[in-house]
């Protein structure tokens, strides 16, 4: 009798675990069919018109994205520059003591999460579902990814599982803690597109809204390195 429970205990855990995965695949997969991950396999470049709104003010801007990582934002107007080319990142702009800097970490750190070709989750391996919690009366699923020295927490919407909120939580270091939230998906071509992006951290706030966007821009590396002093 004993062992006929312990064989039943077994089983039951098996099965709720075989659910359990079955459920995180199923996620996974109504995800990034939302994010239409196919298509942007085939993307390599992008450029959005748009409006950063940072802690110095608010700029018309115009922003570049490059796999696998690199980012450019520009303002020509008031030679205001920031960029990631996947080694280091640099700034122009009139509130640095010097005429190229180097950007934060925090502010690197944002600048390296505002876009992915489709979902920052495709071929991560290492994710945990937790269930799902509510977000301002709102359901989502709640799934995290554990890197070690940085703890990522992604909130998806149950309804249309599309990623809405993200928090960044390093763990060895220097701390740091960044919200990124999507306030506004729009349909652009067919497909969903985040439009207005919002970060917060302790020590700034950061909104990027994309008006006009080009998908397969031809960009040259170039743009994205650190020019050299002059």
């Not at 994010?35 to 396999?41: G, I, K, V």
């Not at 020295?149 to 599309?162: G, V």
């Amino acid at each position: 009798m004993k062992k006929h429970f312990i064989m039943s205990l077994i089983l039951l855990l098996w099965g709720t675990n075989i659910r359990a995965q079955d459920s995180l695949n199923y996620i996974l997969g109504k995800h990034l069919e939302a994010h239409q991950q196919m298509f942007w396999e085939g993307i390599k470049t992008l450029s959005a018109k748009g409006i950063w709104l940072g802690m110095h003010g608010t700029y018309p801007a115009t922003f570049y994205f490059k796999k696998p990582d690199k980012y450019l934002m520009i303002n020509q107007k008031s030679r205001f520059i920031e960029a990631w080319d996947g080694v280091q990142s640099w700034t122009i702009a009139k509130w640095t003591k010097s005429s190229i800097a180097e950007l934060s970490a925090e502010e690197t750190f944002i600048n390296r999460a505002i876009f992915s070709f489709g979902s920052p989750l495709n071929g991560v391996l290492d994710i945990v579902s937790k269930g799902i919690v509510f977000l301002d009366h709102l359901p989502y699923y709640w799934l995290i990814e554990d890197q070690g020295d940085l703890l990522i927490e992604y909130f998806i919407s149950t309804k249309t599982f599309l990623l809405l909120k993200t928090i960044f939580t390093k763990k060895i270091g220097e701390p740091l803690y960044v919200t990124r939230e999507v306030v506004k998906y729009e349909n652009f071509q067919g497909f969903f597109f985040p439009t207005h992006i919002k970060f917060k951290t302790e020590k700034m706030v950061a909104e990027y809204v994309f008006n006009k966007i080009t998908l397969g821009n031809s960009v040259k590396d170039k743009r994205f390195s650190r020019p050299e002093k002059r």
